[in-house]
């Protein structure tokens, strides 16, 4: 089975960065796409990036530029990069796992963080 905590999430002013960190447990990380997705409130969970197993990420057209993911296989941790942030970014932030092949599509992710809230004030 496999934990995912996430941490790093609050509030920041428009224009501003969050980092967030999830920390895998369970198995072997370096199986495993990792992903991130955001969730506001009576919206889909929506898709932000991806990272693979050989560390080549992709992200969604919104966040390309702003968002960066990384990966540090030996602390078993996942990293979401947000700069340049705007309102609109305010959301629940969630990190997923995923074995075999990468996917965009949130239903596809096995495993899921717990979430962390992150505001963007104007």
């Known amino acids: 089975q496999v934990q995912l905590v996430e941490s790093g999430g609050g509030l920041v002013q428009a224009g501003g960065s969050l980092r967030l960190s999830c920390a895998f447990s369970?198995?072997?990380?370096?199986?495993?796409?990792m992903g991130w997705f955001r969730q506001v409130p009576g919206k889909e969970r929506e898709f932000v990036g991806y990272?693979?197993?050989?560390?080549?990420?992709y992200y969604a057209e919104s966040v390309k530029g702003r968002f960066t993911i990384s990966r540090d296989n030996t602390k078993k941790t996942v990293y979401l990069q947000m700069n340049s942030l705007k309102p609109e970014n305010t959301a629940d932030y969630y990190c997923?796992?995923?074995?075999?092949?990468?996917?965009?599509?949130?239903?596809?992710?096995?495993?899921w963080g717990q979430g962390t809230q992150d505001t963007v004030s104007s």
């Open positions: 369970g198995r072997t990380f370096g199986l495993y796409s």
């Open positions: 997923a796992a995923k074995s075999q092949y990468d996917s965009i599509r949130y239903p596809e992710y096995e495993y």
């Open positions: 990272i693979t197993r050989l560390d080549d990420a």
